[in-house]
């Protein structure tokens, strides 16, 4: 592997080349060309390798400390998820399976690809999130 010292370069400038602190492949060589396991997904913007949207979803969360004694306090905390209620869909059907009894080849008559849902393949039916949920806690420290 190859380590050199990045001296010269401010943080936010890249360092040249030559002055690398991990040369890109050092560890298993380069990324091969043809990247067959979709390593610059990353650069799409997206959630993750399944090309998904990011979700949305805001959270509030309200505490409050009261002092009984100078050893013992109260605290309240009151937590909302998901506020907006904002759906986030998951990604389209996609049960396709090889053949219904799971073994290596389809009986004589058995068609190669069975979809149990075929006019339904492709179409989302399901979301990530869950709806807004709301909780209250109250603890007695000593």
């Known amino acids: 592997m190859r380590?050199?010292?990045?001296h010269g370069a401010n943080r936010r400038e890249k360092c040249p080349e030559s002055e690398l602190c991990f040369a890109p492949g050092a560890f298993n060589g380069?990324?091969?060309s043809n990247d067959p396991y979709e390593t610059n997904f990353i650069d799409d913007g997206q959630r993750s390798i399944l090309r998904q949207s990011w979700q949305r979803r805001a959270d509030i969360l309200l505490t409050k400390i009261t002092e009984i004694t100078e050893r013992s306090s109260l605290k309240f905390t009151f937590d909302?998820?998901?506020?907006?209620?904002?759906?986030?869909?998951d990604i389209?059907?996609?049960?396709v399976t090889q053949n219904i009894n799971f073994n290596g080849f389809p009986a004589a008559g058995q068609s190669l690809y069975v979809s149990p849902t075929l006019s339904g393949l492709g179409i989302t039916n399901k979301t990530i999130e869950s709806?807004?949920?709301i909780q209250m806690s109250l603890s007695f420290m000593f």
């Open 80 to 89: 909302i998820f998901n506020v907006t209620n904002t759906a986030s869909f």
């Open 131 to 133: 709806p807004t949920q």
């Open 3 to 6: 380590v050199a010292r990045c």
């Open 30 to 32: 380069a990324i091969p």
């Open 92 to 95: 389209p059907i996609d049960d």
